[in-house]
């Protein structure tokens, strides 16, 4: 059997400045993991079919503001790991355009973790 660290993972990570209510949360991380499993399904449609099926594992971070939104997405990028920053229309809580969910993955465990291992649970 495989090791947990070995199974494919997905991180959204949300802006903790912007404030946003639950549901508002829910369906940002909502957009960035169908837009994440979609460009990664592209690029490698096997590692998202064995997400799927060791149960698509999803955690939720939180970070302190746009600044470290962007230099987690650089970061993944430079490893090549799918990312996906979220831009809202700005219907409710926040002006048009605003970045409020990053989304990576889904990706190998472990290139996962050692990016966002020091954020905190959202």
Sequence with gaps: M??????PTMALIVRHDLKLSAGKVAVQCAHAAVSCTLNA????????????QSGARKICLKAEDLAELQRLAGQAQSVGIVSYLV???????????TITVL?????????I???VGELKPY
Excluded: I, Q
Excluded at 2 to 7: K, N
Excluded at 103 to 111: F, S
């Design 2 to 7: 495989a090791s947990t660290l070995d199974e």
């Design 41 to 52: 399904k592209k690029s490698n449609g096997r590692l998202v079919e064995r997400w799927r």
């Design 103 to 111: 989304g990576l993955g889904p990706g190998p465990r472990r290139a």
């Design 113 to 115: 973790d050692a990016l």
């Design 87 to 97: 831009k809202d229309a700005g219907h409710t809580e926040v002006e048009p355009g």
